[in-house]
């Protein structure tokens, strides 16, 4: 199988979007609790607000799956503390990859984005995907390293691991209060 061909940058890198992937309910009812959840949503509204404040557009990215976060059931829907806006995008997908199969692209290239920040759930599947997918797609990606988590026992280290591996790749790792739009 031969490799996928990066795109060029589809945009200006001087405009961002915020992807905010699969911060969805039933995510946080796991039987191992969602790491440093309080942390996480505050982050995720920092950088909500700040997109918002600079008028970058802020995508919720939602999961739809058949077994679970099932398309309109209270799992599927956004955490109760985010805040979404009339003017937010919503993109709802079945792939780890935000790009997959969705119009995602379409929509950043219709904004002129050439530059993703990315924070959500989970970091060792949709999130890592998302910025992989984003890489190929040719945008500059960010990371915020301290707005993503998981609920697995091992959290601390799968996050530090997937910050430091998504680095290698390419991506741009900052925390929250580092990362401009």
Request: some cysteine; hydrophobic content about 40%.
């Amino acid at each position: 199988m031969a490799p996928k061909k990066i795109k060029s940058n589809p945009g200006d890198p001087k405009k961002s979007a915020l992807l905010i992937i699969d911060v969805q309910r039933g995510l946080f009812t796991k039987l191992n609790p969602v790491y440093k959840e309080d942390e996480l949503i505050a982050n995720i509204l920092d950088l909500a607000d700040r997109a918002h404040q600079a008028g970058a557009p802020v995508v919720y990215i939602q999961h739809c799956g058949e077994q679970s976060l099932i398309k309109g059931s209270e799992a599927w829907q956004l955490h109760a503390g985010l805040h979404p806006q009339p003017d937010d995008w919503t993109v709802l997908k079945e792939h780890s990859n935000a790009f997959e199969d969705t119009n995602l692209s379409e929509q950043l290239a219709s904004q002129d984005i050439g530059r993703v920040v990315a924070c959500g759930l989970v970091t060792h599947g949709c999130v890592k995907n998302s910025c992989l997918g984003s890489l190929a797609e040719g945008y500059q990606v960010v990371l915020a390293g301290d707005a993503h988590s998981n609920f697995s026992k091992d959290a601390l280290h799968i996050i530090q691991k997937w910050n430091k591996d998504l680095a290698e790749k390419g991506v741009v790792v900052e925390k929250t209060a580092e990362i401009n739009f």
